[in-house]
Structures are given as structure tokens and as C-alpha cells.
């Protein structure tokens, strides 16, 4: 009789051996295709910043009729060779048939040069490249043949968008594997700290691994269907952002599946529990972060547009790989997955205490933190909402205006060295001219405005073969006309990627347009101001939509208007602070010279859609805490029963976004920053004091207009605190 109830008690055996086994089989077959796609994601990654532009950018327009003035597409590379002192003939001499063991690489049409500078000092190539050809490997044989051919003693550089580009694809090469070694090394640690198990950290590092490579193969999809444009730096995040997700959800599915082993024998009916349990608070937060970053569609600005799919994709199998395989794993393990620390049974008079002030049955860090916020709720939220306001004003010293290419890449470029040796001795803006398509009726008018603009050093008129119009003798006398348009080359007086440059530009729309309304002005300066103030409108637009979307979800989940909107925020102070903390350590003590456009969008993006997904554990929990025990007792037992792993899920988040920072490119070293520390900001503080202390100030009316909870046990804890009853006071 007695093995008839244990047999009748147990799970069948499709539940609890073959749906896992099918899970975890799926998953093997997922990653099966999708590990090795990770290496083929060069295939379908550019980080050309004009591919990225709006298609309503000036700078767009103006590359589109540049590319009717010319066969082929190509990229150029300047090729600069210096010297301490002035060249001698026979140096000159050997720099001249340098000329012609370039031209015998064939990487584009014909190469420009020598020049020699004024100074007599130093000579520049300008090499075209075909963009068919990989460009990273051109430029390496460039410079392998500069340097072999150089006169001696000269110093050679190979810079110029070509090598400014293949130096920033060099600096993106430890994205596939610096990168995730150093992310999944740091989360191992943290997880082995946390659960103090062999197994349990390895399990929960093959969820997010899973889940990674199955993104991968989603994204490398739409990429080659040419639904997404994927670069270097969505690539990066999206490593960083799906281990990190996948372990926090995995974190609170652990948490819960634990709780169940304290309650049953039966490791599949704890499984079924924790799954119950921690479906609602896991589907609400990935689908807060998913569609937060889908409202990047409405960027204008396509790199930004591109990261939403791509980040998403990523949140999405996270989630469906936290509520898979994990469960399946956990099935299949039961209480081993903990050895050597298993959880034991707790009697059952012992499970769930009857709870008159919240603390009860709770020890250490987080009854301490419980019985700060029931003794002093409005101190701690006020101190903390004033802390935060103090943090915040140091946003006002944030330089997000884009900063210059060459301070973008961080380690050692040859191409940025290059950059400085041709501002020492020629016009820095050698190589990389602003373009001016005009009207062929008004070309002279146009040219000469040109000519007269502040900042720049030469200009002139296209003619048929790229040739310039120079009115030397034997000199072509047409411009090349296309479709009624002449094209006119300007070199500018300060680096292509300067912020002098920027406004030199600014200054010469202006002018040309006084005399050709029509007229447009591009070039690679021009794709950086256009694409450094589209980034900044977009961030107008999208901070108001995220926020609306992020605010209804909190609604629907915790079917109440004050707390989602107060939950909203908090979130939205604490990545203020962040950001003002940022532009702190930015400028005065890493000494960066700015920061790109777009860092306060993804910064905010991923901020505000992560702080929100530790309110939403904690909150879910405290509404259901709530519905049993009364809304001040629910808010300190919430907290207690959750700080442990929402705070190990914040470690673990601001780790591997930490982990950006081993990229040497300035962009992501400022994301990996702002999103460690916001995150570490939103959990130890906003998480813990803030809305936890303004949720018991508030009390049952934080639920409104809903009424969860025991409004008598409400009552009872008010005035054991010494507090009167908000509901006396409300129908005074």
C-alpha cells in the first residue's frame, strides 16, 4: 500500500524523463548550427557609418550621386611617408617608384602621387581601393610593402578611410572570442560565489551559451535575407546582452525551483512549480526588454534601427531558453545540481510563517535592510531620491556630440598615427574630401563659394577620368556632367573626422546653398555630422515611446496605475544618475574627449529596460506576497525572499556588459561603464531602499485602484509601527 501511494504520487514518465530529454536534445541540436555560424558573422557584418545613415541624411543623398561620377566603388587609402628632416632627391627618388610596386597590387584604379608637403618633409600616395575587396587585407599588404620599399630611415603610415577602417575591424576582431571568454569567465566566478555548487554554475552558463547560439543563427538569418544591418558593435552587444539575460532569468527560475525542493521529495512536481512560479515575472520582463528595443525601429538613424531586431532576437531566445532547457536540466538533475549544499525538506508547519510586521523567518543583510525601510520608509526614500538627484547633475557635463574617428579606436592604429603625420605636413583633410554635387549651370558660382569658405584648402571641379580641373595647360577645360550635375572636391583644413571639420562643413551648406538652393554636401565628415545629428533626434523620439511601452506592461502585470508609473520613475532617475556619474569619470578621469551620439540612447535603452526587469521581480513578488499576508508585510517579505538573487542578477549583468570594455574601441568602453554601473546603481539602491521604502510609505494605495492584500493586517502593522491607518485617514 505503501509503494502503490509513492508510485501514485509520482510524475509519469514522459513528464519526468522524455519531454526533458526532447528539451535538452532540441537545444543540443540548436547549438549544433549555431555555434559554428558565430564564426561566419563577418559574412554578413559591415561598419561602413555611411551604410548606417538615413536615407533622408544629406550626406546619403550626396553619396548617391557621387557613385554616378564613378565606375566602381572605392575606398581610399593614403599612404603618407615622413621624414625629421627634409627629403633628400635620392629619397624623393626611391618614394616615386614606390609608385609603381603599388599599381602592381591592382587594388583599384590608378594611384595619386607622390606629393610632396611644403615643408619637403614627408610625400603621400592616395591609393584607391576596390570595396569589393576586403579591405582589412589590402591595407595590411599596403603597409607591408611601404615599409619594405620606404627609403631608410623614413617613418610610413597607411591611413585615410581605408586604414582608419581597417584598423577599427581589427580592434572588433576579440569580439568573437576575447570577448565571450572574458564574460563567461566572469559570470562562472560570480555563479560559483553565489551557489557555492560545482554543477549548478555550469548548468546555468549551458542555458545562456544555448540560448547565445541560437541567437546567433536567428540573427545571421535575417542578415543574409536582408531584413537587419549588422556591425561590430550590435554584434558585441549582443554577446554580452544574452548571457546576461539568460543567467538573470535563469537566476530566478533557480531561486524558485530551490523554494520548491524545501517543499517536496518529488523533483519534477518542483519543477513545475518553480516553471509556475517564475513565468509570469520572466515573460513580463523579456517582453519589457524585447519590445523596448524593438521602439529603436523608429530610429531614424539605421544602425540604431538595426540593434532593436538584433538585441531582441537575442532577449527572445534567452527567454524561451530560461523557461526550456533550464527547467528541462533542472528536471533531469533535481537536488544533484546543488551537491555539494542540497536543499533540505522543511517541515510543513515550518514553510510558510504567518507574517504580522514581514520579517519573520528572515537573517542578516536583508532583515537588517527590511527593518531599516519599515522604521524609517520616508528618510530612505527621500535620502535616496536626493542622492540620485545630486548623481544626476553631472549629465550636464556629458560631450554625447560624437568625438573624432581617430580617438574612437583606443589601441595602437597605425591609420590614427598616420592621421596626425598628415595634419604635420599637408591639409588634414588630405584623402578624404568634402563633396559638393551642384547644378552644372551654376558650377563656377558654386566652386568659388567653395573656395571662400573658412577651413577650406583647395577646391575643384570634377572632369571626365576623376581628373581635376586645375586651368593648367593641356588641363581637361568640361567638368564631367551627370544627369545635369557637376561634382567638386573640397580638402579641408582640419582631419575629415574632426570636429573642426564638422562645423567647416556646416559653414560651407550654408554657403553653397546661397548660391545652388539645390545643392548637397557630403563626403566622410558629412556622414559623421549627419549620423552624430540623427543620433541625437532619435533620442528625442525614442525615450518617450520606450517609457509609454515600458509603463503599460507594468500596468498589465501589476494591474495598478500608481506603482507602475512610480516603478517608471525611479528607473528613469536612477539613469540619470548613471549618466551624470558617467560623464564624471569620462571627462576627468579616464579623459576621453567626448562620447559618440548614440551612447545615451543605447545607455538609456538598455538601462531603463533593465532596471525595470529587477522591479519587476521584485514587485510580482510583493503583489503576491500581498495577496497573502497584506501589502507592508508583502513589501518587507518580497524583499527579503528576493534580494539575494535580484542582487546576484545585477552582479551578473553588470559583469558581462563590463566585460565590453575589453574592446578597445571608445563606444563600447563607455557602454560597458555606464550599463555595469547603472545597473549596479539600480540594484543595491533603487531596487532596495528606494521603491521598497516609498512602497511601505504609501502603503495599500500603492496598488491603486486595485486593492490587493489584507487591509486589517495593514492596519494592524501601521499602528504597531506607530503609524495611523491610511484608511482612517482617507475617509476623514
Given at each position: 500500500m505503501k509503494s502503490h501511494s509513492h508510485a501514485k504520487g509520482r510524475a509519469p514518465f514522459w513528464l519526468r524523463w522524455l519531454v526533458p530529454l526532447l528539451l535538452v536534445l532540441t537545444w543540443l541540436a540548436l547549438a549544433g548550427v549555431g555555434g559554428p555560424t558565430f564564426g561566419r558573422l563577418d559574412e554578413v557584418s559591415s561598419n561602413d557609418q555611411a551604410s548606417f545613415l538615413p536615407?533622408?541624411?544629406?550626406?546619403?543623398?550626396?553619396?548617391?550621386?557621387?557613385?554616378?561620377?564613378?565606375?566602381?566603388?572605392?575606398?581610399?587609402?593614403?599612404?603618407?611617408?615622413?621624414?625629421?628632416?627634409?627629403?633628400?632627391?635620392?629619397?624623393?627618388?626611391?618614394?616615386?617608384?614606390?609608385?609603381?610596386?603599388?599599381?602592381?597590387?591592382?587594388?583599384?584604379?590608378?594611384?595619386?602621387?607622390?606629393?610632396?608637403?611644403?615643408?619637403?618633409?614627408?610625400?603621400?600616395?592616395?591609393?584607391?581601393?576596390?570595396?569589393?575587396?576586403?579591405v582589412k587585407e589590402v591595407v595590411q599588404d599596403l603597409r607591408d610593402t611601404v615599409a619594405e620599399s620606404a627609403p631608410e630611415g623614413i617613418r610610413t603610415y597607411v591611413t585615410g578611410p581605408a586604414g582608419l577602417a581597417a584598423d577599427l575591424t581589427a580592434a572588433f576582431a576579440g569580439i568573437d572570442g576575447i570577448l565571450l571568454l572574458v564574460a563567461l569567465g566572469a559570470v562562472f566566478v560570480i555563479l560559483l560565489v553565489v551557489y557555492r555548487s560545482l554543477l549548478l554554475p555550469i548548468v546555468v552558463l549551458l542555458t545562456s551559451v544555448f540560448a547565445l547560439c541560437a541567437a546567433i543563427l536567428l540573427v545571421f538569418g535575417m542578415a543574409k535575407a536582408g531584413w537587419i544591418?549588422?556591425?561590430?558593435?550590435?554584434?558585441?552587444?549582443?554577446?554580452?546582452?544574452?548571457?546576461?539575460?539568460?543567467?538573470?532569468?535563469?537566476?530566478?527560475?533557480?531561486?524558485?525551483?530551490?523554494?520548491?525542493?524545501?517543499?517536496t521529495t518529488n523533483r519534477t512536481a518542483a519543477v513545475l512549480t518553480a516553471w509556475k512560479a517564475s513565468?509570469?515575472?520572466?515573460?513580463?520582463?523579456?517582453?519589457?526588454?524585447?519590445?523596448?528595443?524593438?521602439?529603436?525601429?523608429?530610429?531614424?538613424?539605421?544602425?540604431?534601427?538595426?540593434?532593436?531586431?538584433?538585441?531582441?532576437?537575442g532577449i527572445l531566445?534567452?527567454?524561451?531558453?530560461?523557461?526550456?532547457?533550464?527547467?528541462?536540466?533542472m528536471a533531469l538533475f533535481g537536488r544533484a545540481a546543488f551537491w555539494p549544499f542540497r536543499p533540505k525538506l522543511v517541515p510543513a508547519d515550518q514553510r510558510e510563517p504567518e507574517l504580522v510586521s514581514g520579517l519573520e523567518g528572515q537573517k542578516g543583510l536583508w532583515r537588517a535592510t527590511g527593518s531599516l525601510v519599515s522604521r524609517r520608509p520616508r528618510t530612505v526614500w527621500v535620502a535616496s531620491v536626493l542622492l540620485l538627484v545630486v548623481a544626476a547633475g553631472?549629465?550636464?557635463?556629458?560631450?554625447?556630440?560624437?568625438?573624432?574617428?581617430?580617438?574612437?579606436?583606443?589601441?595602437?592604429?597605425?591609420?590614427?598615427?598616420?592621421q596626425d603625420a598628415l595634419a604635420r605636413h599637408f591639409d588634414a583633410g588630405s584623402g578624404s574630401p568634402a563633396v559638393v554635387v551642384a547644378d552644372q549651370g551654376k558650377a563656377q558660382e558654386v566652386l568659388d563659394a567653395v573656395k571662400a569658405s573658412d577651413g577650406v584648402g583647395?577646391?575643384?571641379?570634377?572632369?571626365?577620368?576623376?581628373?581635376?580641373?586645375?586651368?593648367?595647360?593641356?588641363?581637361?577645360?568640361?567638368?564631367?556632367?551627370?544627369?545635369?550635375?557637376?561634382?567638386?572636391?573640397?580638402?579641408?583644413?582640419?582631419?575629415?573626422?574632426?570636429?573642426?571639420?564638422?562645423?567647416?562643413?556646416?559653414?560651407?551648406r550654408t554657403g553653397v546653398r546661397g548660391v545652388d538652393p539645390g545643392a548637397l554636401v557630403g563626403g566622410v565628415t558629412a556622414t559623421a555630422l549627419d549620423t552624430n545629428t540623427t543620433a541625437q533626434h532619435d533620442l528625442m523620439v525614442i525615450i518617450p515611446v520606450v517609457l509609454g511601452v515600458i509603463l503599460l506592461i507594468l500596468m498589465l502585470l501589476l494591474r495598478s496605475i500608481v506603482a507602475p508609473v512610480l516603478l517608471v520613475l525611479s528607473v528613469v532617475l536612477s539613469y540619470a544618475a548613471a549618466m551624470g556619474v558617467s560623464a564624471f569619470v569620462f571627462n576627468n578621469i579616464l579623459g576621453f574627449p567626448g562620447a559618440d551620439a548614440t551612447v545615451p540612447l543605447f545607455g538609456f535603452v538598455f538601462l531603463v529596460a533593465l532596471g525595470v526587469d529587477y522591479n519587476i521581480f521584485l514587485m510580482s513578488r510583493v503583489r503576491e506576497e500581498s495577496l497573502k499576508h497584506g501589502t507592508r508585510p508583502g513589501i518587507l517579505r518580497g524583499l527579503g525572499v528576493t534580494g539575494g538573487v535580484i542582487t546576484s542578477a545585477g552582479v551578473v549583468l553588470a559583469a558581462t556588459f563590463a566585460a565590453l570594455g575589453v574592446i578597445p574601441i571608445m563606444f563600447l568602453v563607455q557602454l560597458a561603464f555606464i550599463v555595469a554601473f547603472g545597473v549596479l546603481l539600480d540594484t543595491v539602491l533603487v531596487r532596495s531602499l528606494l521603491v521598497p521604502a516609498l512602497a511601505y510609505d504609501i502603503g495599500p494605495r500603492i496598488w491603486w485602484p486595485g486593492r490587493p492584500g489584507r487591509p486589517a493586517l495593514d492596519a494592524a502593522v501601521q499602528r504597531g509601527a506607530g503609524m495611523e491607518p491610511l484608511e482612517e485617514v482617507a475617509t476623514r
Open positions: 536615407a533622408s541624411a544629406e550626406a546619403t543623398a550626396a553619396q548617391d550621386w557621387q557613385s554616378k561620377f564613378r565606375d566602381s566603388d572605392e575606398v581610399p587609402g593614403v599612404i603618407v611617408l615622413e621624414s625629421d628632416q627634409a627629403l633628400s632627391r635620392a629619397q624623393l627618388g626611391e618614394a616615386a617608384t614606390l609608385r609603381t610596386e603599388l599599381e602592381e597590387l591592382q587594388v583599384g584604379s590608378a594611384v595619386i602621387g607622390p606629393i610632396p608637403s611644403e615643408d619637403g618633409r614627408a610625400v603621400q600616395f592616395i591609393v584607391p581601393i576596390d570595396s569589393s575587396q576586403e544591418q549588422l556591425n561590430g558593435q550590435s554584434q558585441g552587444i549582443l554577446s554580452i546582452l544574452v548571457i546576461g539575460a539568460a543567467t538573470d532569468y535563469a537566476l530566478l527560475f533557480v531561486a524558485r525551483f530551490r523554494e520548491a525542493l524545501t517543499h513565468f509570469e515575472p520572466i515573460l513580463a520582463s523579456g517582453a519589457t526588454v524585447i519590445i523596448a528595443l524593438l521602439c529603436l525601429l523608429f530610429s531614424d538613424l539605421n544602425s540604431n534601427k538595426a540593434l532593436g531586431p538584433v538585441a531582441a532576437a531566445c534567452a527567454l524561451f531558453a530560461a523557461l526550456t532547457l533550464l527547467p528541462a536540466l553631472g549629465v550636464l557635463q556629458l560631450k554625447a556630440n560624437g568625438v573624432p574617428q581617430t580617438d574612437v579606436i583606443l589601441s595602437a592604429s597605425n591609420a590614427v598615427d598616420g583647395e577646391a575643384y571641379l570634377l572632369a571626365q577620368g576623376s581628373v581635376p580641373i586645375t586651368g593648367a595647360p593641356g588641363a581637361p577645360s568640361a567638368p564631367d556632367v551627370r544627369e545635369g550635375k557637376v561634382l567638386i572636391n573640397a580638402t579641408l583644413n582640419n582631419a575629415a573626422d574632426s570636429l573642426e571639420a564638422e562645423e567647416t562643413v556646416k559653414a560651407l
